[in-house]
C-alpha cells in the first residue's frame, strides 16, 4: 500500500512538473529586441563598420557597382526587416532598413551609407518612404479605409458622414494594383450631391500629409496639409514615386453643370511651409483654399504633367526653393499631396478619374552638408 501510495506521489509530482515547464514555455514573453546584429553583401569581403548609437551602417568597398549590391542582413531572433535581406538595392543613395522586434513594440531604423575607397562620400541623406502597404478600416460611427499611419489622411470621414456611411466604394481605398509590394493607394473621384445645403458635385479621392476635420462652413478647409518637419529630418531636395491615372467622363464644374470637351488632371506635388515656433505653430496649416498660394510655402516640388498613364510611370520632381530655411526664426510643416482631380477641392472634376500611387519617396539632404 506504501509503494502504491509513494508511485501516486511522484506521478502527481511528475505532472505538476511538466505543467510548470510548459507554462513557462507559454508564458515566455515575446522578443523585444530590433537590431541589425550582423550586416554583409554577397560576394564582397570587406566588413562594414556598425555604429549602433546612431544606428547607421557605414560601408567602404574597394570596387563595385554600388547601385546594385545585395545585402545579407541577421537581425535580432524573431524580429522582421524591411527591406528583407537577399534583395538587391541602388546604394548610390543611403538606403534604411527598418527593423521591428518580434513583439511588434519596438522599431529601429537603419541608415546604410556605401562608399568606394578613394571617392568621396555620399552626401548623407535622410529619405522618406511610403509604400502604402499597411491598411485598416476606422470605425467613427462609419466604417472608412485608412492607411495606417497617423501622418496620412484622406476626405473618406466626411464623405462617410456625408453619405451617413451608405458607402459602396471609397474615392481612396487599397487596390492589389500595386508598383512594389502588396497594395498601392486607389483616389477615384465619385458622383457627390447636396450635403448639408452645401451643393458638392465630385467628391476627389484624395490622400495627404495632414489631418482631415470636417469643416462644414467651407469644405475646401476640411483637409489640413502638413506634418512637423524638424531640422534633423534634413531639407527636402527631391520627390519621387510610381503613378498610373486614368481620366474620367463626364466632368462636372462647380455648379453641377458637365463641362464638354473637358479633360481631368491629377495632382501630385509636395510642399514646405514655415510656422511659428514650438507650440504656436503645432496648430497652423494651409488647407485646400491656400496651400499653392500662401506666402508661408519656401519650397514646392509638383508634376506639371498631370495627363493619363495607362502603365506605372515614375515621377521625380526637385523642390523648388524661393527662400532657405530658418529654423532659428521658424518652425517648418511638410505636404504631401495627391489627388484623382486636380480642381476636386474646387468641387471640380470627371466621373471616374482614378489615380493610383506606390512607393513614394521623399529625400532630404542633412543641414550640414548645405552649410
Avoid at 78 to 101: K, M, N, W
Avoid at 310 to 323: M, P, R, V
Wanted: aromatic share 12%; glycine share 6%; charged share 25%.
Amino acid at each position: 500500500m506504501n509503494r502504491i501510495n509513494m508511485k501516486l506521489k511522484l506521478l502527481i509530482a511528475s505532472v505538476c512538473t511538466l505543467f510548470v515547464v510548459s507554462s513557462c514555455i507559454k508564458d515566455e514573453p515575446l522578443n523585444r529586441e530590433a537590431d541589425i546584429v550582423s550586416f554583409t553583401f554577397q560576394n564582397i569581403a570587406e566588413e562594414p563598420y556598425i555604429k549602433d548609437d546612431a544606428q547607421r551602417i557605414t560601408v567602404t568597398l574597394n570596387d563595385a557597382d554600388i547601385t546594385r549590391l545585395t545585402p545579407i542582413i541577421k537581425v535580432s531572433e524573431g524580429a522582421t526587416l524591411s527591406p528583407a535581406s537577399g534583395v538587391e538595392q541602388d546604394f548610390s543613395v543611403p538606403v534604411i532598413y527598418t527593423v521591428t522586434s518580434q513583439d511588434g513594440e519596438w522599431v529601429k531604423k537603419y541608415t546604410v551609407v556605401v562608399s568606394l575607397k578613394d571617392s568621396v562620400p555620399p552626401v548623407e541623406m535622410d529619405t522618406i518612404r511610403y509604400d502604402f502597404d499597411d491598411w485598416l478600416e476606422i470605425n467613427d460611427g462609419f466604417v472608412y479605409p485608412a492607411i495606417n499611419d497617423d501622418l496620412w489622411d484622406s476626405a473618406n470621414p466626411g464623405i462617410a458622414l456625408a453619405k451617413i456611411g451608405n458607402v459602396d466604394f471609397y474615392p481612396t481605398r487599397p487596390t492589389t494594383d500595386s508598383y512594389h509590394g502588396p497594395y498601392a493607394a486607389l483616389l477615384e473621384t465619385q458622383r457627390g450631391g447636396t450635403f448639408w445645403n452645401n451643393l458638392i458635385p465630385v467628391f476627389s479621392g484624395s490622400l495627404f500629409r495632414g489631418t482631415f476635420n470636417i469643416n462644414i462652413s467651407n469644405f475646401a478647409k476640411s483637409a489640413k496639409f502638413g506634418q512637423p518637419h524638424p531640422k534633423e529630418k534634413g531639407k527636402p531636395v527631391e520627390f519621387k514615386g510610381y503613378y498610373k491615372y486614368k481620366v474620367g467622363s463626364p466632368f462636372y464644374d462647380e455648379n453641377d453643370n458637365i463641362v464638354d470637351g473637358k479633360i481631368d488632371e491629377c495632382s501630385i506635388y509636395a510642399v514646405l511651409y514655415k510656422v511659428a515656433k514650438s507650440n504656436a505653430g503645432k496648430t497652423e496649416y494651409l488647407d485646400g483654399t491656400n496651400v499653392m498660394n500662401s506666402d508661408k510655402v519656401i519650397a514646392k516640388a509638383e508634376l506639371s504633367d498631370r495627363s493619363a498613364r495607362s502603365s506605372y510611370t515614375e515621377f521625380k520632381l526637385s523642390f523648388i526653393y524661393t527662400e532657405e530655411p530658418d529654423y532659428d526664426a521658424y518652425d517648418y510643416k511638410l505636404a504631401v499631396v495627391f489627388a484623382s482631380s486636380r480642381d476636386g477641392d474646387q468641387y471640380r472634376g470627371a466621373i471616374g478619374s482614378t489615380l493610383i500611387v506606390d512607393k513614394v519617396e521623399v529625400i532630404c539632404r542633412s543641414y550640414t552638408e548645405n552649410e
